[in-house]
């Protein structure tokens, strides 16, 4: 279906295409330079001492894991409701991923539930940084050093957002982003591993590439999870339009929070920001009363063109979970109730406001 209002839309300008040109032009195909720089200008702005491209968001997660040694019969603590890949990404290891429930309110994952499923095997947690919002972070590191755990944020969604003031990314041991068309910023495929840990950096680039420390000289189990300098050319001049894309972006939001509270405040919540972080709006994610609501709501915009999704439906009720660790509803009851009542509503740095309005008036017809 074409849609004539997508969930997102990239926002991608002439000085883009320049700037793939040019890479192409120059025969700049593979990693290098233009790596090198993207990673170089990646770092300067979460704020850390290393970063590490790769080929997707995935791979980014899977090398964190791999880089601290993650094996069968380790655990590591996961949300639930989230992207499959989170914890897809531990079974990569042959390890066991072990979900928590999530704040009502934020929809991250909520850091005394992280504690109740904390054994003598679990060796990390990633709290995924939902639509756009960080984590409660400083609780969560607090309770992992206590415990001898590594922290690896899934920054996913949330380039640039703000914890008490430092980014996404530089919140704990290691950050993952994705840079998938539907994110802030976009280079195509592509991801990136932030970290302040030398050791584990090299680890990474090792992992990235093989396993080798030099050309033809493999030392460890490694992966081709490398980024090309074609996507790393579009990286660099989309991180430096990310901040205006954010502003954008939460310009948006407001106008939506507004039009929301004063129309359907009884039959629909927008999202919530926690005092501590600030939001940059991967995703707009809207509550309904019901599941019933929801649903009609997601056929009548739908009906209208209006692109929306369901995100995201829980984990560990996927087949391959339930198979896996026979997981059951019930189990996760604030993740089974988010889940049944959220609808992802466009935003991109470009909709218009007649197109808000748009959305807007097809909600309403569904309460009419």
Known sequence: M??????ADPYITDEDVTAVAKAVKEKKLSQGEYVQRFEEEFCRYVGVKRSVAVCNGTA????????IGIKPGDEVVVPSFSFVATANCVLYQGAKP???DIDPLTYNVEPNQIE???????????PVHYAGQPADM???CEMAKRHGIYIIEDAAEAHGALYKDRKAGNLADMGCFSFYPNKNMTTCEGGMV???????AERMEMIRSHGQDKRYHHVILGFNYRMTDVQAALGTVQLRRLDWVIEEKVKKAAHYNKEIKERFSKEVSPPYVAPDATHVYMFYPVR???MEMRDKAAVKLEEKGIETRVAFP????????????????GCLPTTEEVSDTILCIPIYPHITQETQDYVIGALKEVFQ
Not at 314 to 329: A, E, G, S, V
């Open 288 to 290: 309904f009363r019901s």
């Open 314 to 329: 829980p984990i560990h009720l996927q087949p391959l979970y339930q198979d896996l660790f026979n997981y059951k509803r």
């Open 116 to 126: 109740k499923k904390i054994t003598s095997n679990t060796k990390a947690v990633i």
């Open 2 to 7: 074409q849609y004539k209002v997508p969930l």
């Open 60 to 67: 980014a997660l899977h090398v964190a894991l791999a880089a």
């Open 98 to 100: 072990v979900f928590a």
């Open 138 to 140: 400083d609780p969560i």
């Open 194 to 200: 932030t970290v302040n840990d030398d050791e584990l």
